[in-house]
């Protein structure tokens, strides 16, 4: 029904920045709510950042002023733009999407999901 695939991952210095990607197919994304998830070893996963089909936007409070989502509806592609990295934010990222209208930093609200991407932030 829908395939989204993440990228842009990997190993960063504190401060550093890196910059998602998630790729989706089998829908009409441009109608479907996107969000940003993170989970972390022992933790549950959490909303980092969500997106709405009217470009409506919302964040955690822990990534706010250094994270920044967007959506490029004519490439069906989803970004996540992290800047001053900090070593909490160490995680395995993941993408979502479901077929509603707002945005929403709840997990419980997505019904598709992308396999995820690491990101490691050093100390």
């Known amino acids: 029904q829908v395939q989204l695939v993440e990228s842009g991952g990997g190993s960063v210095q504190s401060g550093g920045s890196l910059r998602l990607s998630c790729a989706a197919s089998?829908?009409?994304?441009?109608?479907?709510?996107m969000g940003w998830f993170r989970q972390r070893p022992g933790k549950e996963r959490e909303g980092v950042a969500s997106i709405g089909t009217d470009g409506t936007t919302t964040y955690a409070d822990s990534v706010k002023g250094r994270f920044t989502i967007s959506r490029d509806n004519a490439k069906s592609t989803l970004y996540l733009q992290m800047n001053t990295l900090k070593p909490e934010d160490t995680a395995t990222y993941y993408c979502?999407?479901?077929?509603?209208?707002?945005?929403?930093?709840?997990?419980?609200?997505?019904?598709?999901w992308g396999q995820g991407t690491q990101v490691t932030v050093s100390a």
């Open positions: 089998g829908s009409t994304y441009s109608r479907r709510r």
């Open positions: 979502a999407t479901d077929a509603q209208w707002w945005q929403s930093l709840s997990p419980t609200d997505y019904t598709y």
